[in-house]
DNA sequence: TGACGTATTGCAACAAAGTTGCGTTTACTA
DNA sequence: TAGTAAACGCAACTTTGTTGCAATACGTCA
């Protein structure tokens, strides 16, 4: 996938889109490098630039939450990211909820153009609740 | 309405909510700071302060955005929060859609619970499109 | 396989946004 | 009008992310 869009294939890509793969939701650039502990180390303003990259390339999205802290997730979910997501209020986990239900019918003001959709529900998961 | 709370009437409290009621949409705490700098000021720990209290008071609502820096508005309409608010991709400005349209009807993951829904859309205004 | 040029990395320093601790001031109460 | 707790102002701090630059590693081509 890293080497599909003609960039270079460095160890730091792979190794992070490996774990976002493996990871089933959205996690943030503090717990990717825990999780990027064992092995060679991975410099943190790399892990910053890595990420933005993979973003860049459509390989990872990024989730945006009120503590404001950006969470990253893979797309293995190929097309357009339409979808929505939920944040726990009190263990602020935040899953993808798969569900093409994310979509704006209402009015935008005159001129106004729609280009992408963001919901978020946020509550409890069901650990919290 | 500061009254109203129980808490005490401090001038930063109102002159902060009298700035948002009068301002039409969601602003910074920085551009909060430029409207107060007539007048005694307002030391900007104390106005992060004040910002909190007026959430917490639901007097204001905060407003997320993937810049990491949150926008206040103040709660003209009473009730629970539950409109959207659309992004200018170019010009970063917020405004609230006051349209009750924000709502999630797909499923949950077994056990999770439901508290808020936080809609966003994402596009150019008139001004940019 | 090995040398080469450039994209990427690591480090140090920086920046923006928000938080904490603490002594001083202010708003409410009596 | 005095007493008191809540709120304020200031300085220092934290977290999250960014920038500049020299060192390194990836991919290419001999
Ligand atoms: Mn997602
Ligand atoms: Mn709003
Ligand atoms: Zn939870
Ligand atoms: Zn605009």
């Known amino acids: 996938m890293v080497r599909r869009t003609g960039d270079r294939a460095t160890s730091g890509r792979v190794r992070v ?21 064992g092995g060679r180390r991975l410099d943190r303003v790399t892990l910053y630039r890595v990420l933005e990259w993979l973003s860049e390339k459509c390989l990872v999205h990024r989730v945006v939450n009120d503590d404001r802290v950006w969470r990253f997730r893979a797309n293995a979910h190929s097309d357009t990211h339409q979808h929505a997501h939920f944040k726990c209020t009190r263990c602020t986990t935040v899953i993808c909820l798969d569900d093409p239900q994310a979509a704006y019918d209402g009015p935008l003001p005159a001129g106004y153009r729609l280009q992408e959709i963001e919901l978020t529900v946020k509550g409890l998961c069901a650990a919290c609740a």
Chains 1, 2 share one sequence.
Do not use: D, K, N
Request: avoid cysteine.
């Open 17 to 37: 889109l490996a774990l976002l793969l493996a990871e089933q939701r959205a996690i943030t650039h503090h717990e990717i490098e825990e999780r990027l502990s």
